[in-house]
Structures are given as C-alpha cells and as structure tokens.
C-alpha cells in the first residue's frame, strides 16, 4: 500500500498500519485536526514526509512492556526528519475471532510482535492451544482474519479494530500489566523552536571516540548539570561496526539519549558542548514538548 496522493489544502499525518491501528489512535490524539494516512511499512511514513505527501508522520518508539521498537531508532538514524513532539498512548489489547468462534478452537494467533510480547503471559494463561505469528500491524492482523474468513485464528489489536473489521473479542484487556504505553514521537521535515517556559526534551544521538569505555564519562555531562536522563538506548555502529584494540574486537555502538531539558537552556548547551567532546559523531534528533498530561496518566495506572 502506499499513501495517498495529498490534498493540499489538508494537514496530513502518516502512520505505519491500517484503519483501527494504535498508531493511528496516537496520531489522532498528537495532531487532532489532521487528516491520517495508513503506510504499510515505517519507512514508507518517513518518505511521505520527506517527499511532501504528508506534513507529519507518528512512530511508536517504546512500550512499557515490551520494550525498543529497534527499527524506528535505527530509521531515525538514517533519515533526517526532526522529533518535534511525542505522545504516550495507554495500550488496551483485545483478542478477537469471527464471530462465532470459541477461544477452544483458536489454533493461531495473529499480531504485530510487539502486541504479542505485551501479551505472551496472558495467552499462556488462558490455556490456548495456539501458534503465535507475527504481523506488520495489529488492525492489520485483525483485517486479514475478516478478508481471508479464517475460522482458526484470532488477532491481538484495538477494540476498535474489532469494530471496524466485524470482529468479536473472546478476551479483553490481555495486556499482562495493566500499565501498558506505547511512547510515539512526530516527526516534521522542520524543527520547532526549543522553549524554556515549559518542560521540553531533547533527543541527540552519538558515537564516542573511546567507544563503550568511556560512557560513563559522557553520561556525566547530564548528572553534573542535574538533567534527568528519561531512556538511553544503544544501536550497532553501521558505518564501523567493529573496533581491533590489540587483539581484541570490540562490538561499536551508537547511542540515543533523551533527556528533560531544552535546547534553549544554557545547562544543555553546556552538556551537549561536553558530550561533543567525548564524541566522534553527535546529531541532535529534536527538542519537543513533553507529553506531561500522559505521562502523569500513567503514574496512576
Ligand atoms: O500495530 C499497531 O497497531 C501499531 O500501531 C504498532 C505498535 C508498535 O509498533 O508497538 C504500536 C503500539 C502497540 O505497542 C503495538 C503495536
């Protein structure tokens, strides 16, 4: 699938998946008066905005259960696109069949891996005897059981996925912790100004010099000017993936950092200029509001 053609007049938002997808409930909720526009794969929401189809595109980053969307770091990698917000999504999983079809005869079960990972100790618990198989989306997962009529095999997505694809849920709330987010950032071919009267954060990615040895001494460029490190992430190094010392070959990594302070502070111009230092590649990946609203939700939960 690949999106479609852009009515200038409109605001549009990309997302990786089909109608019902969480990425498109987290559009919705980051960019409320934007037209969506599904993309089969993550890379294709990166081009839509680089080649001005879309103004915007949505990715899921990390999930509170399962973890790193790997892939999205190493994309944020490779295209120059700029975070300029991000939003934290509650993930309710249901388990959906035909309707009709009992949990007992489910011999497969359908969804985005992440959605599986979020949910693999709820389906042991509920003693199905199925397969567990991966799909690029969880509405996607949910749309194919409806086309292809197949009495077996139940999906992992939405409830609004079951409604839009004429499902029914055998199981609702499968989550295997109740506190379950998924953190998407928005990405715009253009930064927005970094503020100082409101919480921001920044996202940079690096490569050090002295490689993993020497990232304590680059992590305290942070801790010296009390800026709170929120996620620190390690990728491998594709431009040089090894690094000989002596005999030794030693794994070489980038990292990405984000932390709870602007750019427009004078303490993260300071950090960053000391993180320069240790550093043999440096990008700062945006400076965007912080979903605080969200992130106080999920205190609570
Ligand atoms: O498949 C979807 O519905 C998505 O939006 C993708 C995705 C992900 O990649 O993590 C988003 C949120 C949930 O954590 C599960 C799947």
Redesign the pocket.
């Known amino acids: 699938m690949s999106p479609a053609p852009k009515d200038a007049q409109k605001p549009y938002v990309a ?3 089909v109608a ?5 409930a ?1 559009a919705a909720k980051a960019c409320p008066n934007f037209e969506t526009i599904p993309c089969d794969q993550f890379e294709t929401a990166f081009q839509s905005v680089e080649n001005r189809i879309a103004d915007l595109a949505i990715l ?1 980053i990390e ?1 509170s259960l ?1 973890g790193s ?1 790997h892939r999205n770091y190493d994309l944020l990698l490779r295209h120059n696109l700029h975070i300029i917000g991000e939003v934290l ?1 509650p ?1 309710h999983h249901c388990l959906m069949a035909l309707p009709g079809v009992r949990l007992e005869s489910v011999r497969r079960v359908i ?2 891996p ?2 599986l990972a ?1 949910c693999e100790q709820t389906l042991t618990k509920l003693g199905l005897n199925a397969a567990c198989e991966a799909f ?5 997962a949910a749309e194919q059981i409806s086309l292809y009529n197949l009495q077996d095999t139940a999906a992992i ?2 409830a609004r ?1 079951a409604k839009i694809y004429n499902l029914e849920i055998l199981a609702n709330g499968i989550q295997d912790d109740s506190r ?1 987010f ?1 953190r ?1 950032v928005v990405l715009s071919r253009d930064p927005v100004d970094p503020r100082a009267d409101r919480p921001f954060k920044t996202s940079v990615v690096f490569a050090l010099e002295n490689g993993t040895s020497s990232l304590f001494k680059a992590l305290s460029a942070f801790e010296a000017r009390k800026i709170n490190l929120s996620k620190i992430e390690s990728r491998p190094h594709k431009n040089f993936p090894i690094r000989l010392v002596e005999t030794v070959k030693r794994f070489e990594y980038v990292f990405f950092a984000e932390f709870e302070a602007s750019m427009a502070e004078v303490r993260t111009q300071e950090a960053m200029a000391e993180l320069k230092e240790y550093s043999s590649f440096f990008r700062v990946l945006g400076c965007y509001p912080m979903d605080i609203a969200s992130e106080s939700a999920s205190n609570e939960g």
């Open positions: 997302y990786q998946g019902g997808a969480y990425s498109e987290a899921p999930n399962g969307i999504l993930v969804s985005h992440q959605a979020q690029d989306d969880t509405a996607g997505a939405s996925a379950n998924t998407f």
